[in-house]
């Protein structure tokens, strides 16, 4: 099979290396952190998380789009936020009669950048050696030398804030007014699964925009605070540690997911720090160290909390690790009804073992 000429393009790493393929996606260049997801499903709801926002996908999965877009239903918010993508195999068609279009018409509606051809398993073992580092796509500029140049454009993660880039504009509500439950939704970048998983549960919440006041999300008269995943840097966001400070002293109930979890570190004195390669994908094992129990679970994040720190502190306990690698998954605090969990229980797209901690924060909430 012959198949039509199609555009050239180039990914170009911090360190130089270069690799050719195709274009998928707007004609263009993005630049970014590049990261990779090691999911076998779910391309939408990742390219629509808005934990990703700034970051270059790749998928290891080498097909790609074959399975086409739905509007909506597998939206993790109101259009795509990754920065740019990078696979194997791009399918520009799709076979699913749920579908709504393709993949690469949503991408080049959303200005979305990307290359294919690669191969993604060399490239993942490269960056898993060498370390997490940015990277630029580009299908106008195809000399390496300019393309690297460009690259010095792309800001570094580690510093950067950009929850209040993602975040809604203007609080909103889901669930039923009149539920025995109120939760107050701090929204650093949140999923929209996320606070379905709260509203399936009976909670009625309130969304608040990153930056409000604790004073604000107080007035809402709350039965519990959520503080949702999100993109960027834990350590740039003192304006989340502050108002989760103030939201522990209040002795309600508090749960934090991913960029949650590590706001809910810093408000307890842990610090953070950016890991050598994220966690991407949906099978990483984790343990409850409570129940003993190990659960398959959905992870996204590049930053993690100091182990040490967590083991040295007076009031904090780990809950949760990693199987893999040893690192903390989970942490709750033994003198307030506040835990979080770096993994994503919602698991949209992944495995439904951590459901129950949906649960355990409604419980709590009795
Ligand atoms: N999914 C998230 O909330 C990610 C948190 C944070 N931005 C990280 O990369 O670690």
């Not at 200005?111 to 580009?138: A, E």
């Not at 495995?351 to 649960?359: G, V």
């Amino acid at each position: 099979m012959t198949r039509p000429q199609q555009p050239e393009a180039l990914l170009v790493l911090q360190d130089g290396t270069v690799f050719k393929g195709f274009a998928l996606g707007k004609i263009g260049t993005a630049g970014g952190e590049i990261c990779f997801n090691t999911g076998m499903t779910g391309y939408q709801e990742i390219y629509t998380d808005p934990s990703y926002f700034g970051q270059v996908i790749v998928n290891t999965t080498s097909h790609i789009g074959n399975y086409g877009i739905q509007l909506g239903a597998e939206e993790e918010s109101a259009g795509v936020k990754i920065r740019g993508m990078v696979c194997n195999f791009f399918s520009p068609t799709y076979s699913r009669h749920l579908a709504d279009g393709s993949l690469q018409q949503y991408f080049e509606q959303a200005n979305i950048v990307g290359i294919h051809g690669i191969d993604t398993r060399q490239l993942v073992r490269y960056i898993r050696d060498k370390g997490v580092m940015n990277c630029i796509i580009s299908s106008v500029i195809l000399d390496p030398e300019v393309l690297f140049a460009e690259l010095s454009n792309v800001p570094d993660m580690e510093g950067l804030e950009l929850s209040s880039e993602v975040s809604t504009q203007a609080t909103y509500e889901l669930g039923e007014q009149d539920s025995r439950f109120r939760v107050a939704v701090l929204d650093l970048g949140v999923k929209k699964s996320i606070i379905q998983s709260l509203a399936d549960r009976g909670a009625y919440c309130k969304v608040f925009p990153a930056k409000t006041s604790f004073a604000d999300l107080h007035a809402f008269n709350p039965d519990g605070f959520f503080i949702s995943n999100g993109p960027g840097d834990p350590a740039a966001m003192p304006y989340a540690v502050e108002t989760v400070k103030q939201a522990l002293d209040t002795e309600k109930p508090l749960f934090g997911i991913c960029l949650g979890h590590q706001i809910l570190s810093l408000a307890s004195g842990i610090g953070t720090y950016k890991m050598h390669n994220g966690h991407r994908g949906l099978n990483h094992p984790v343990k409850n160290l409570i129940t003993g129990l190990c659960e398959v679970t959905s992870q996204n994040h590049g930053f993690a909390v100091k182990g040490d720190e967590v083991m040295d502190h007076a009031n904090v306990e780990v809950t949760h690790i990693n199987l893999n690698d040893q690192t903390i998954e989970g942490i709750r605090r033994k003198d307030k009804p506040a835990f979080s969990v770096q993994y994503h229980p919602e698991a949209s797209p992944g495995p439904h073992d951590s459901r129950y901690l949906f649960d355990d924060f409604i419980k709590l909430m009795q």
